[in-house]
Nanobody, 121 residues
Framework: QVQLVESGGGLVQPGGSLRLSCTAS????????MAWYRQGPGKQREFVAR???????NYADSVKGRFTISRDDAKNTVYLQMNSLKPEDTAVYYC???????????????WGKGTLVTVSS
């Protein structure tokens, strides 16, 4: 069974920074992609950033130039460095991964339970 555990959320003032972490544990054969999504108050869940196994990255336009996604394959961990935070970045941030647990089988998608980021003065 695969589990994703996020950490690093909290309260920060506008213009501040936070670093989120997400670690995948359990039976893991190969991780194809790891990503962050977020859901703000009264909003639908939206894509934030993704990093593929070859280190290719994608970002939502709203966070480009401010957020950086990275991964440590040895630790099955993905990070999201968030700088120049704005009140509109307030949301629950969810970790997402696409991975396979057994060789030669299709990958599945897994979600963490989320970590709350509040940007407020």
């Amino acid at each position: 069974q695969v589990q994703l555990v996020e950490s690093g959320g909290g309260l920060v003032q506008p213009g501040g920074s936070l670093r989120l972490s997400c670690t995948a544990s359990g039976t893991i054969f190969n991780i194809y992609a790891m990503a962050w999504y977020r859901q703000g108050p009264g909003k639908q869940r939206e894509f934030v950033a993704r990093i593929l196994s070859g280190s290719t990255t994608n970002y939502a336009d709203s966070v480009k130039g401010r957020f950086t996604i990275s991964r440590d394959d040895a630790k099955n961990t993905v990070y999201l460095q968030m700088n120049s935070l704005k009140p509109e970045d307030t949301a629950v941030y969810y970790c997402n991964t696409v991975l396979s647990v057994v060789p030669k089988t299709p990958p599945d998608i897994y979600w963490g339970k989320g970590t709350l980021v509040t940007v407020s003065s």
